[in-house]
Structure formats: C-alpha cells, structure tokens
C-alpha cells in the first residue's frame, strides 16, 4: 500500500507508523518542521527524536 504523504489522523494511524518504523513528516500550517520515526505517542503530543510535537497544532504525513 502506497502511504506516501498521506495524513496520519488516527491513532490506529499514529501506533502502525510507530510499531512498524515508518518516517514521517512533521508540519505547522505548509511550514516542515521535523521528520523521523515516532518514539512516543501521548493523546496530546507525538515525540520524534527527542522532540516533542502538539497534535492540535501540527499535521503528521507519512514519509514514505
């Protein structure tokens, strides 16, 4: 399946993307402002390297 820059809007979206490794990209408005895989997932913020991401704020697409 081709996930290449689709939403990631879900949890079931957020969990599969971390259990299987799959890089994503990170954005605020169209501005890109971090990628890699997810490291920790919390009802309100998506950690990626070590830097933690608002899910209010931010749009999360698949990277690959």
Known sequence: ???????LTANVHFYTAQLECVPI???I???LV????????????VRVHGEYFMRN????KYAS
């Open 34 to 45: 971090g990628s890699g895989v997810i490291e920790d997932i919390t009802e309100v913020s």
């Open 29 to 31: 408005a169209d501005e």
């Open 57 to 60: 704020v931010c749009t999360f």
């Open 1 to 7: 399946m081709n996930r290449f820059m689709n939403e």
């Open 25 to 27: 990209v990170i954005f």
